[in-house]
């Protein structure tokens, strides 16, 4: 009896391990979209920060998920009262967002860039690298403050990383939603193992 389940027990087991050494980043550049590819979504909106520095590590929670932002040279909140933004002291240093609670392997949100000051510097580009074991990354240009990217990967994320691409501006974020795949996703790889077991009882029939 037991011979009868070992095949397709085995052909389950490297179904299960071919999907996790082929780990994918989905990239979306539609907020609805993004949103529509993920569940449990929680927002961090950064309007406890004010215009100020802070140390290079921040520990941040969106929903119920927890998160670090980190940067060499330092955070600097940026923006105004009532909106304000994540940025960095030092132009040339990434933000680097990591250590996802929760098993999110979903990070998205508005980034662009800003002055000096800590204020909205139109048109500038930003350079976003998610990895999760594989890395991808993807450059928005010319962003506003409604740009907006996201990635959705079938493994869980290490980090997330945003840096300029040189000009006289800083990388900066707004509302990072963390989150996790939809379930239909899961839904697929059961589906996937079912059809496994099926061409197995086939065979023997």
Same mark, same amino acid.
Do not use: H
């Given at each position: 009896?037991?011979?009868?389940?070992?095949?397709?027990?085995?052909?389950?087991?490297?179904?299960? +391990? +071919? +999907?996790?050494?082929?780990?994918?980043?989905?990239?979306?550049?539609? $907020?609805?979209?993004?949103? !529509?590819? /993920?569940?449990?979504?929680?927002?961090?909106? &950064? *309007?406890?920060?004010?215009? *100020?520095?802070?140390?290079?590590?921040?520990?941040?929670?969106?929903? =119920?998920?927890?998160? $670090?932002?980190?940067?060499?040279?330092?955070?600097?909140?940026?923006?105004?009262?009532?909106?304000?933004?994540? =940025?960095?002291?030092?132009?040339?240093?990434?933000?680097? &967002?990591?250590? &996802?609670?929760?098993? !999110?392997?979903? &990070?998205?949100?508005?980034?662009?860039?800003?002055?000096?000051?800590?204020?909205?510097?139109?048109?500038?580009? /930003? /350079?976003?690298? +998610?990895? *999760?074991?594989?890395?991808?990354?993807? =450059?928005?240009?010319?962003?506003? $403050?409604?740009?907006?990217?996201?990635?959705?990967?079938?493994?869980?994320?290490?980090?997330?990383?945003?840096?300029?691409?040189?000009?006289?501006?800083?990388?900066?974020?707004?509302?990072? /939603?963390?989150?996790?795949?939809?379930?239909?996703?899961?839904?697929?790889?059961?589906?996937?193992?079912?059809?496994?077991?099926?061409?197995?009882?086939?065979?023997?029939?």
């Amino acid at each position: 009896m037991r011979a009868r389940f070992l095949k397709p027990l085995c052909l389950a087991a490297l179904l299960c +391990a +071919a +999907a996790s050494s082929q780990a994918a980043i989905t990239v979306y550049t539609s $907020q609805a979209d993004f949103l !529509a590819a /993920v569940s449990a979504p929680g927002v961090d909106s &950064f *309007d406890d920060l004010t215009v *100020d520095p802070y140390g290079d590590t921040l520990d941040r929670t969106a929903g =119920s998920y927890t998160y $670090q932002a980190y940067s060499p040279g330092g955070l600097w909140g940026a923006g105004a009262a009532g909106n304000y933004w994540l =940025s960095n002291n030092t132009q040339t240093d990434p933000i680097v &967002f990591s250590n &996802f609670s929760g098993g !999110a392997s979903a &990070f998205g949100g508005n980034f662009f860039t800003s002055d000096l000051a800590g204020q909205y510097a139109p048109g500038g580009n /930003v /350079v976003l690298t +998610a990895t *999760d074991g594989t890395s991808l990354t993807y =450059s928005l240009n010319g962003t506003t $403050q409604s740009s907006f990217l996201g990635f959705v990967s079938d493994a869980a994320l290490s980090s997330v990383s945003l840096s300029t691409d040189g000009g006289v501006y800083w990388a900066t974020a707004n509302d990072v /939603v963390l989150a996790v795949p939809e379930p239909a996703t899961y839904g697929m790889l059961l589906a996937g193992l079912g059809f496994v077991g099926l061409m197995g009882r086939r065979r023997r029939a």
